[in-house]
């Protein structure tokens, strides 16, 4: 066996794992009845300041909690924190991804019946997020206006492993020339269909739709859940 082959193996074995763990913290996050939500992007989109947003503007009405992740430091953590909102940092030392054992591990200790909203940030990378499933119900791609049209086009898996892509930094949007409609069109060529949103953490434009989208989205998981229950205890 040459060492490519054994060196697919492996990495096959370690998604295998990954995809065991993940199914079952979906079915807790369902059983919990709390709707669970990851961010990917690369380095610096707007991760952070985006969740600093939601966390501030969901808290009034929802339950909210974040976990975030890292190569090094708790400084996002800290930033999260600020929102009073439940946070906790996962360091992930060399790996340029979050796995679902490393989530289910910081859950640990945290009551997940007492959410409404659970939101992962993943290390920030285009790449190697893409293959690992958290258990999330709802995966956002962001896209900041600064990294220019093409990532797309030059990440087509990220995009594709995502539910939807939230523009960030749209306040930047004119001094660089950002054209949404090219980014909007190598999006649809990666992954059609897929819904876009636009939004600036900074001067909060956008943001409200993108909070109506996430509630909505909430609300129709929990009702196709309900309905689900309800057609198991008709069942004879
Ligand atoms: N102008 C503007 N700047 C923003 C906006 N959102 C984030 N930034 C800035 O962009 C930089 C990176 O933002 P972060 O929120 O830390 O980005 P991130 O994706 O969490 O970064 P990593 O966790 O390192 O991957 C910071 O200097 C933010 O202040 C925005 O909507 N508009
Ligand atoms: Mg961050």
């Known amino acids: 066996m040459s060492s490519g082959t054994r060196i697919i193996e492996v990495r096959q074995n370690l998604l295998k794992q990954n995809d065991v763990v993940a199914r079952a913290l979906r079915q807790r996050f369902r059983d919990a009845g709390v709707f669970v939500v990851s961010l990917v992007s ?3 989109s707007g991760k952070t300041m985006l969740l600093e947003k939601t966390l ?7 339950r909210v909690a974040a976990l975030v992740g890292d190569l090094a430091t708790e400084n996002d953590a800290a930033r999260l924190a600020r929102s009073h909102a439940p946070v906790k940092q996962i360091i992930t030392g060399t790996v340029c991804h979050l796995e679902a054992a490393m989530v289910q591990q910081a859950l640990e200790g945290w009551n997940l019946e007492d959410l409404d909203f659970l939101f992962i940030e993943n290390v920030g990378n285009l790449v190697c997020p ?3 499933d958290l258990g999330e119900d709802l995966r956002l791609v962001l896209m900041s206006v600064t990294e220019g049209e093409d990532k797309p ?3 087509p898996t990220i995009f594709n492993s995502s539910d939807v892509a939230v523009i960030t930094k749209m306040d930047l949007s004119a001094p660089v020339e950002f054209d949404a409609a090219t980014a909007a069109r190598n999006i649809q060529a990666v992954r059609p269909g897929m819904e876009i949103l636009h939004v600036s953490a900074k001067s909060a434009s956008g943001t409200e739709s993108y909070l109506e989208f996430l509630r909505s989205r909430r609300a129709s998981i929990r009702t196709s859940q309900a309905l689900e229950k309800n ?3 008709a069942r004879p």
Do not use: A, R, T
Not at 56 to 62: A, N
């Open 231 to 233: 057609s198991l205890i």
């Open 42 to 44: 690369s380095p610096g």
């Open 56 to 62: 501030g503007l969901l808290q009034p009405e929802f």
């Open 153 to 155: 086009l030059k990440y």
């Open 130 to 132: 893409s293959s690992y």
